[in-house]
């Protein structure tokens, strides 16, 4: 049995997240984190899911990390640095689905993964490490004589963009290209732009309504388009990935892993 810890327990992933738990014989919700101040706290985390387990809303994380295999942790950069502290001094393993980290924070993570093993992936989802993977290898065969643009669609509560698996995605197709993505990287157009530069990697970000997360990438040639495209229709698609993800980690001592390892693709 993995003891798990959920943080931002009450949001949107959070909600997912805890009926993936309560869902798995193989998992117990260890504790339920929200910050301090949130109205849920002291409540029980099964409540907000209709299903009370005993685990009240918490925000004392050195309490929570007592006695716990693994934290998942889908909230915001900063946050995510406390959790990451945190877990690294008392040997908890964690797992990573935040986005909008900056270069320093993303060595941070780095650095603690020497002492305790993490799963740090922008999309926990099966479909979209599978997509990775098929953008790779696209690109690889249509390196000559097409554009490549990264669109995506999330919904109206995002506050980072474009998202973390768009960005992982030009990642993917630069790297097939053997190109630098924070090189050729073009984040916007607006006005007189001139003609398209064919080594860049453009983005396009949607943000509207509650849009879970779409994601495409468009090989545009000359007479015909190649769309490689995921769209999620539910968080617990994530949830379930995450999940997947601490389970991977019960036996790893340390190291930096991502989906892929999980899935076994590499």
């Given at each position: 049995?993995?003891?798990?810890?959920?943080?931002?327990?009450?949001?949107?992933?959070?909600?997912?997240?805890?009926?993936?738990?309560?869902?798995?014989?193989?998992?117990?919700?260890?504790?339920?984190?929200?910050?301090?101040?949130?109205?849920?706290?002291?409540?029980?985390?099964?409540?907000?899911?209709?299903?009370?387990?005993?685990?009240?809303?918490?925000?004392?994380?050195?309490?929570?990390?007592q006695?716990?295999?693994?934290?998942?942790?889908?909230?915001?950069?900063?946050?995510?640095?406390?959790?990451?502290?945190?877990?690294?001094?008392?040997?908890?393993?964690?797992?990573?689905?935040?986005?909008?980290?900056?270069?320093?924070?993303?060595?941070?993570?780095?650095?603690?993964?020497?002492?305790?093993?993490?799963?740090?992936?922008?999309?926990?989802?099966?479909?979209?490490?599978?997509?990775?993977?098929?953008?790779?290898?696209?690109?690889?065969?249509?390196?000559?004589?097409?554009?490549i643009?990264?669109?995506?669609?999330?919904?109206?509560?995002?506050?980072?963009?474009?998202?973390?698996?768009?960005?992982?995605?030009?990642?993917?197709?630069a790297?097939?290209?053997?190109?630098?993505?924070?090189?050729?990287?073009?984040?916007?157009?607006?006005?007189?732009?001139?003609?398209?530069?064919?080594?860049?990697?453009?983005?396009?970000?949607?943000?509207?309504?509650?849009?879970?997360?779409?994601?495409?990438?468009?090989?545009?040639?000359?007479?015909e388009?190649?769309?490689?495209?995921?769209?999620?229709?539910?968080?617990?698609?994530?949830?379930?990935?995450?999940?997947?993800?601490?389970?991977?980690?019960?036996?790893?001592?340390?190291?930096l892993?991502?989906?892929?390892?999980?899935?076994?693709?590499?």
């Open positions: 049995m993995l003891n798990v810890v959920i943080a931002g327990s009450t949001g949107r992933m959070g909600h997912a997240l805890l009926e993936g738990v309560v869902a798995d014989p193989e998992l117990r919700l260890h504790a339920a984190l929200d910050r301090v101040g949130a109205p849920a706290l002291g409540r029980d985390a099964g409540e907000l899911i209709g299903a009370p387990c005993g685990v009240a809303v918490t925000s004392d994380l050195n309490a929570a990390l006695g716990a295999d693994v934290l998942v942790d889908f909230t915001r950069p900063e946050p995510s640095m406390e959790y990451l502290a945190a877990c690294r001094k008392v040997g908890t393993k964690l797992v990573i689905g935040t986005t909008g980290f900056t270069p320093e924070q993303k060595q941070a993570i780095s650095d603690a993964a020497k002492d305790i093993a993490i799963v740090f992936a922008p999309n926990m989802s099966v479909g979209v490490t599978l997509l990775i993977n098929l953008v790779q290898a696209a690109a690889k065969v249509l390196s000559e004589g097409y554009d643009e990264v669109i995506e669609a999330h919904h109206r509560h995002k506050v980072d963009a474009p998202s973390g698996t768009a960005l992982r995605l030009g990642e993917a197709a790297a097939a290209l053997g190109r630098d993505l924070a090189q050729c990287a073009v984040y916007g157009r607006e006005g007189v732009t001139g003609e398209r530069d064919p080594s860049t990697i453009g983005f396009a970000t949607v943000r509207g309504g509650d849009v879970v997360g779409d994601h495409t990438v468009l090989f545009a040639g000359i007479g388009r190649v769309e490689l495209t995921h769209k999620a229709s539910s968080r617990a698609t994530f949830a379930l990935g995450a999940l997947r993800a601490a389970k991977f980690l019960a036996d790893k001592p340390n190291g892993f991502d989906m892929q390892d999980v899935l076994g693709l590499r």
